[in-house]
């Protein structure tokens, strides 16, 4: 056997060698493959492989860098990569560290929408049986929206119109960009908090799917999902549907739809209210026809028998159960109409003139008229106007908030 020409390296060597020019030589690059072998591993790594017809090659993803993936990737799913080779030298095997990765083929959003609502849909997010009811008189409403946008004046103007009893919570949010989703669940958690709405609209006025996609990012899905309050989802135009749509409690086409759909208008109320008297008085009028004709029918028989003492008997009674009824009339007639005013008198103290007249005021901000809930929403000697019980004020910021 000869001799080696040259004093032989050590393996540590070689691989470290390789590694040099592996990790050196070829610079980061896109490559596209079909997944397989895909563990999504508890440290929040991804480990897989990528193949073709005729080869694959190992990759990791690590925690990092897999967090900001709009989809779940999937064995079987071809996707498209930005990596770069890594060498891992105790073993002398390489890899492609993964920096980006996006689904191949029909769009990377589309697919990554399909891909969640899949996923949500087996654990049961969408499930009708799981969704809340929505209260028919809600008090106070919760808006999580953009304070800024179209929706937000959209669902003022409805709720102003129809239902002005009731109470408006805005927590205003990011509703486009990366920082979006976590602020939507920052504020429904926010609203749960608050621990006084008895219902949330969500959402924002239409845009482009890449506009509209915080509200179909996993997280946002799960907080409506565990929200102990009913939820409205409100995104875009009626033939738009996100995420949040599907595992709200209700999904409405537009925001002003939401509004619609959450506020029994006032003129309905009181049109309850009187149908309820005219049903309740109905039934009773008819209860008293059936007994009369029962009572009818009850002499009538006896008197071909002639038998004067049970007719003096069946007439006694007669006269007891007639004056019963009408005492049990009576009542029911006061019942309602006790609930009746009462429930008016409660319509009325939540009119807002109503209430300025006990001394109360309303301040607006001059150049747009909208209402001022903040000191903030004033700068240092702005003018505003206050809305009192029998007339209008002209005042001006001069302090700062403490």
Excluded at 126 to 150: M, R
Excluded at 339 to 360: C, Q
Excluded at 375 to 384: A, G, I, K, R, T
Aim: contains cysteine.
């Amino acid at each position: 056997m000869n001799a080696p020409e040259s004093k032989p390296i050590s393996v540590s060597d070689l691989n470290k060698q390789i590694k040099h020019i592996l990790e050196n030589g070829i610079s980061r690059f896109w490559v596209s493959g079909e997944i397989s072998n895909f563990i999504h591993h508890t440290s929040g790594h991804m480990y897989f492989t990528i193949k073709d017809e005729r080869s694959e090659i190992r990759c990791v993803m690590f925690k990092g860098p897999n967090q900001f993936l709009h989809f779940k990737p999937e064995n079987g799913m071809q996707i498209l990569l930005e990596g770069e080779i890594s060498v891992y030298e105790p073993r002398g095997q390489y890899q492609v560290l993964v920096k980006k990765m996006e689904p191949a083929g029909i769009g990377t959003l589309y697919l990554a929408f399909e891909a969640l609502k899949k996923q949500l849909s087996s654990e049961g997010l969408f499930d009708s049986n799981k969704k809340q009811k929505l209260p028919t008189y809600p008090n106070h409403i919760g808006l999580v929206t953009s304070k800024t946008g179209a929706a937000v004046q959209d669902i003022f103007q409805v709720l102003n119109r129809r239902a002005p009893h009731v109470n408006i919570v805005l927590r205003s949010t990011q509703v486009q960009g990366d920082k979006a989703a976590n602020d939507i669940v920052d504020a429904i958690n926010d609203m749960v908090s608050y621990n006084e709405l008895d219902v949330i609209i969500i959402g924002r006025g239409g845009g482009s799917l890449e506009d509209l996609w915080p509200f179909n990012e996993e997280s946002v899905a799960r907080a409506i999902f565990s929200c102990p309050i009913p939820i409205i989802s409100a995104v875009g135009h009626e033939t738009d549907l996100s995420i949040s749509d599907l595992v709200a409690d209700l999904r409405a086409p537009t925001p002003s739809a939401a509004a619609e759909l959450v506020s029994l208008g006032t003129n309905d109320i009181f049109e309850n209210i009187i149908g309820l008297e005219r049903n309740l008085s109905s039934s009773m009028k008819r209860y008293i026809q059936i007994r009369w004709q029962n009572v009818d029918n009850t002499k009538d028989r006896f008197a071909l028998q002639e038998p004067s003492r049970l007719l003096q008997k069946h007439n006694d009674r007669y006269n007891e159960l007639t004056k019963l009824l009408f005492q049990a009339y009576r009542f029911n007639i006061q019942t309602f109409s006790s609930k009746f005013l009462t429930l008016h008198e409660k319509l009325y103290a939540l009119n807002p003139t109503n209430i300025l007249s006990r001394g109360y005021s309303i301040a607006y901000r001059e150049y747009d008229g909208k209402i001022i809930l903040d000191s903030d929403d004033l700068q240092q000697d702005e003018y505003f106007k206050l809305q009192t019980f029998k007339g209008t004020l002209r005042a001006k910021k001069t302090g700062e908030k403490k």
